[in-house]
């Protein structure tokens, strides 16, 4: 048996744990209501109809597929150090590092299937209050696909944290990275005017060091029914590819070094 | 080459949480263990047993010294697939019922579908889970879950099994079943490497101990050798002595205890203990028993560990509560 079918055996297994748990159906169940909301919403002006319906739609798949991706993230990695289930993984031939990488693949195929679930809620509203679909409507598409890689990097995170601290900090330090994450440019705007040269200096390595979630975000765009340019989704896609790569690396070497006690 | 070889293994836990102080929880313990049958680690609590199984199976890592299981470097974790290891008071995913946490466990080590299937049925009706089948293991019983733990200990039919404490949390059937389950371990040319606190279990157990304290290996020995070291004292069972005769046996014996009309007494070697029986016979008692105390390895046990002193004492189920020493 190798490497890459351990990896995989870990992830359909923690892809089967996730799936039982009764909070991600949740989290979908109220996305799903909340864009059933933004139809009545925007039933209310006629014109701006199709408008609202796009950034309340895509917003709650956003901010719910993030609940889902901490949730999920610190879950089912810290938890499995602190009730110690991990003991009858790690006593079998199974390295540290294909531990980490299965439990990340199998959050992101559970992240990847929630999301299609509520984006395939979104497209029934939006065909409930259009009647049709255009061209157009593949634009909202595009920016669930940036949302998804904004998930990628957060369970990348929340692994990350998992591996270092206690589920509950994980899950605070991980909403902190995120909505730092949100505001970095603001951040380093602060950290030039501030005049404090320290003060630069750190918000400028923030700006560096912590994932930018601003430059994946497109739901005006796809609400005003303008393109996601070509060069943002490849540039989006390799940002996110590098980052998790880096993330799940710093994961596995502070795994590695963990002790169980 | 030996199951298990260690060598000046040392672990310092770090404990307080301002200064740390390091806490020496294993102190260059050296250890060599034979192939095919079993060993048990003894020693109180807080001797370092788990500390020792946990860094053998990689759990944690030694502060200094170094160790090889079937000749391999614990280090190097593809020895895992020839070893097993119940955690000591395992605990397991929640929502699986014990087929499909077996299940899961056969996958890693690249079970087929078929041979999984056989294996799983097999290991569950060894450890006596085959009737929950359907009963997911937050629901199972502290004697339950440990007996999946032991299940999922055997799934890759390993060479060499460690088990923490496996009888904790049984009940006196499943202390049975499992001593049966590991003698029959030892039949299959097995390694077994258990630690127990338990000196019952151990004395009919096991081949070869250690004897851990503190950290530090107080003892080392073949069953055998420890239970045939020279016996030391003698009991005499006397039924419905007069005041006279107890008064004797007070002023002989290192321990009297009353027992309803009996009294139990032990004789020191230095006391001659034939010489003590036939005085009690010519005063007319009714001596119901005369035995030699054979050394037990709680006597063993006693010495190594140097609790506060103690007489050589009868083992028996019920300890002397109302032990007299004169
Ligand atoms: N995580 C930890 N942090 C600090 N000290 C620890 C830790 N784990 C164990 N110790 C200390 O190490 C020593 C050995 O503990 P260990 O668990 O190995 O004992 P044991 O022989 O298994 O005892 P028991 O029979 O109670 O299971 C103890 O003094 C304990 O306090
Ligand atoms: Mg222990």
């Given at each position: 048996?190798?490497?890459?079918?351990?990896?995989?055996?870990?992830?359909v297994?923690?892809?089967?744990?996730?799936?039982?748990?009764?909070?991600?159906?949740?989290?979908v169940?109220?996305?799903?209501?909340?864009?059933?909301?933004?139809?009545?919403?925007?039933?209310?002006?006629?014109?701006?109809?199709?408008t609202?319906?796009?950034?309340?739609?895509?917003?709650?798949?956003?901010?719910?597929?993030?609940?889902?991706?901490?949730?999920?993230?610190?879950?089912?990695?810290?938890?499995?150090?602190?009730?110690?289930?991990?003991?009858?993984?790690?006593?079998?031939?199974?390295?540290?590092?294909?531990?980490i990488?299965?439990k990340?693949?199998?959050?992101?195929?559970?992240?990847?299937?929630?999301?299609?679930?509520?984006?395939?809620?979104?497209?029934?509203?939006?065909?409930?209050?259009?009647?049709?679909?255009?061209?157009?409507?593949?634009?909202?598409?595009?920016?669930?696909?940036?949302?998804?890689?904004?998930?990628?990097?957060?369970?990348?995170?929340?692994?990350?944290?998992?591996?270092?601290?206690?589920?509950?900090?994980?899950?605070?330090?991980?909403?902190?990275?995120?909505?730092?994450?949100?505001?970095?440019?603001?951040?380093?705007?602060f950290?030039?005017?501030?005049?404090?040269?320290?003060?630069?200096?750190?918000?400028?390595?923030?700006?560096?060091?912590?994932?930018?979630?601003?430059?994946?975000q497109?739901?005006?765009?796809?609400a005003?029914?303008?393109?996601?340019?070509?060069?943002?989704?490849?540039?989006?896609?390799?940002?996110?590819?590098?980052?998790?790569?880096?993330?799940?690396?710093?994961?596995?070497?502070?795994?590695?070094?963990?002790?169980?006690? | 080459?030996?199951?298990?070889?260690?060598?000046?293994?040392?672990?310092?836990?770090?404990?307080?949480?301002?200064?740390?102080?390091?806490?020496?929880?294993?102190?260059?313990?050296?250890?060599?263990?034979?192939?095919?049958?079993?060993?048990?680690?003894?020693?109180?609590?807080?001797?370092?047993?788990?500390?020792?199984?946990?860094?053998?199976?990689?759990?944690?890592?030694?502060?200094?010294g170094?160790?090889?299981?079937?000749?391999?470097?614990?280090?190097?974790?593809?020895?895992?697939?020839?070893?097993?290891?119940?955690?000591e008071?395992p605990?397991?995913?929640?929502?699986?019922?014990?087929?499909?946490?077996?299940?899961?466990?056969?996958?890693?080590f690249?079970?087929?579908?078929?041979?999984?299937?056989?294996?799983?049925?097999?290991?569950?009706?060894?450890?006596?889970l085959?009737?929950?089948?359907?009963?997911?293991?937050?629901?199972?019983?502290?004697?339950?879950?440990?007996?999946?733990?032991?299940?999922?200990?055997?799934?890759?039919?390993?060479?060499?099994?460690?088990?923490?404490?496996?009888?904790?949390?049984?009940?006196?059937?499943?202390?049975?079943?499992?001593?049966?389950?590991?003698?029959?371990?030892?039949?299959?040319?097995?390694?077994?490497?258990?630690?127990?606190?338990?000196?019952?279990?151990?004395?009919?157990?096991?081949?070869?101990?250690?004897?851990?304290?503190?950290?530090?290996?107080?003892?080392?020995?073949?069953?055998?050798?420890?239970?045939?070291?020279?016996?030391?004292?003698?009991?005499?069972?006397?039924?419905?002595?007069?005041?006279?005769?107890?008064?004797?046996?007070k002023?002989?014996?290192?321990?009297?205890?009353?027992?309803?009309?009996?009294?139990?007494?032990?004789?020191?070697?230095a006391?001659?203990?034939?010489?003590?029986?036939?005085?009690?016979?010519?005063?007319?008692?009714?001596?119901?028993?005369?035995?030699?105390?054979?050394?037990?390895?709680?006597?063993?046990?006693?010495?190594?560990?140097?609790?506060?002193?103690?007489?050589?004492?009868?083992?028996?189920?019920?300890?002397?509560?109302?032990?007299?020493?004169?």
């Amino acid at each position: 048996m190798n490497s890459i079918s351990r990896v995989a055996t870990i992830a359909v297994h923690s892809f089967k744990e996730s799936v039982r748990e009764k909070v991600l159906y949740n989290l979908v169940g109220f996305a799903l209501l909340l864009i059933a909301a933004a139809i009545l919403f925007g039933s209310i002006s006629v014109g701006i109809q199709k408008t609202i319906l796009i950034n309340l739609g895509l917003s709650s798949i956003s901010v719910f597929g993030l609940l889902m991706a901490i949730f999920i993230g610190v879950g089912l990695v810290a938890k499995e150090i602190e009730r110690r289930t991990l003991y009858n993984i790690l006593s079998k031939p199974v390295a540290r590092a294909e531990f980490i990488v299965g439990k990340y693949l199998g959050l992101l195929v559970t992240l990847v299937i929630n999301t299609a679930i509520m984006a395939l809620g979104f497209y029934a509203a939006l065909y409930y209050v259009t009647r049709q679909f255009v061209r157009a409507d593949a634009i909202a598409l595009e920016a669930i696909y940036l949302i998804l890689l904004q998930f990628a990097i957060v369970v990348g995170v929340a692994i990350f944290f998992s591996c270092i601290s206690t589920p509950v900090l994980s899950a605070v330090f991980t909403f902190c990275v995120y909505v730092i994450g949100n505001y970095l440019a603001d951040i380093r705007w602060f950290g030039r005017e501030n005049g404090s040269v320290l003060m630069e200096k750190l918000t400028h390595a923030l700006y560096f060091l912590l994932p930018n979630f601003a430059n994946f975000q497109a739901t005006s765009l796809a609400a005003h029914g303008m393109r996601i340019p070509g060069y943002l989704l490849v540039s989006d896609s390799l940002y996110a590819l590098l980052y998790v790569t880096v993330l799940v690396s710093a994961a596995v070497l502070a795994f590695e070094e963990r002790e169980f006690k | 080459m030996w199951a298990v070889e260690t060598i000046g293994l040392t672990k310092d836990y770090s404990a307080g949480f301002w200064r740390k102080r390091p806490l020496r929880a294993l102190d260059g313990l050296s250890l060599r263990v034979e192939k095919g049958g079993i060993f048990g680690l003894l020693g109180p609590n807080g001797a370092g047993k788990t500390t020792t199984l946990k860094i053998l199976l990689r759990l944690v890592f030694p502060t200094a010294g170094s160790a090889q299981l079937l000749g391999r470097d614990i280090r190097d974790i593809s020895v895992h697939r020839l070893i097993g290891y119940l955690p000591e008071n395992p605990y397991f995913y929640d929502h699986l019922t014990a087929p499909e946490f077996l299940n899961y466990m056969a996958e890693i080590f690249g079970m087929g579908r078929d041979a999984r299937c056989r294996r799983v049925g097999t290991l569950l009706e060894r450890v006596g889970l085959a009737s929950f089948q359907k009963l997911p293991l937050r629901k199972f019983s502290k004697g339950m879950t440990q007996r999946a733990g032991i299940a999922q200990a055997l799934i890759n039919d390993p060479e060499l099994i460690f088990l923490d404490e496996p009888m904790s949390g049984l009940d006196p059937l499943g202390r049975r079943e499992v001593r049966d389950l590991i003698l029959g371990l030892r039949e299959e040319g097995k390694t077994i490497f258990f630690s127990t606190h338990i000196l019952g279990d151990a004395e009919t157990l096991c081949d070869r101990v250690a004897i851990l304290h503190r950290g530090r290996l107080e003892g080392l020995g073949g069953m055998q050798e420890i239970l045939s070291r020279e016996v030391s004292s003698a009991e005499i069972v006397l039924e419905h002595p007069s005041p006279e005769l107890v008064e004797l046996a007070k002023s002989l014996a290192s321990s009297v205890v009353r027992t309803g009309e009996r009294v139990r007494m032990v004789i020191p070697e230095a006391a001659q203990p034939e010489r003590v029986l036939a005085q009690f016979l010519e005063r007319g008692a009714k001596v119901v028993s005369f035995n030699e105390v054979r050394n037990s390895l709680e006597d063993y046990f006693m010495e190594r560990v140097g609790s506060p002193a103690r007489a050589p004492d009868v083992r028996s189920a019920h300890p002397p509560a109302g032990g007299e020493n004169p």
